[in-house]
């Protein structure tokens, strides 16, 4: 398996974009650790697609140091992986992120901001309700719309406690 996991982890450099994503997808379904860094390195890829697929290995792995790492992405990352980092943290659910996403509402792109908004809502940590409800109130209809649904999903979630 450790020669799949490396072929794999070269994959993620292929010039087609379909074997790019079949890699990624590979990667997630080994669950091995060694492919947490080449998958973030993925998520700046210039195919959506491979981004995509990028994000859903790193939510399988769900590995403990993939959390990190995509906080770090997150906080000092290139602008064109952050929303797509922030998505995966919402997918992974781990409390952790609550603190960065929190900020991250209060990014300039308003991609980052509607991601954050949607991750947060997907962990339902009641810390983000005050930020969430003063994104509700951005200048970006999308960001509002994600910033309402958020709160929504942890409203419901708190009255199923």
Known sequence: MVDDVDE?????????????SAAALKLGEFGD???????????????????????LALQKIEDKGAVRLLIEALENGDS???P????????????????????ALKDKDE??????????????????????????KDGESYVRTRASE???KIGAAAKKR
């Open 150 to 152: 958020a709160l929504t």
């Open 84 to 103: 797509d980092v922030a998505w995966v943290l919402g997918m992974i659910e781990d409390k952790r992120a609550v603190g960065p996403l929190i900020k």
């Open 111 to 136: 991609e980052v901001r509607a991601d954050a908004a949607e991750a947060l809502g997907r962990i339902g940590d009641q810390r983000a309700v005050a930020p969430l409800a003063e994104a509700s």
């Open 8 to 20: 794999n982890i070269r994959k993620l450099k292929d010039k087609n974009p379909k074997a790019r």
């Open 80 to 82: 064109w992986i952050r």
């Open 33 to 55: 650790k060694k492919a947490v860094k080449p998958l973030i390195k993925a998520l700046e890829d210039k195919d959506w697609y491979v981004r995509f697929s990028a994000a």
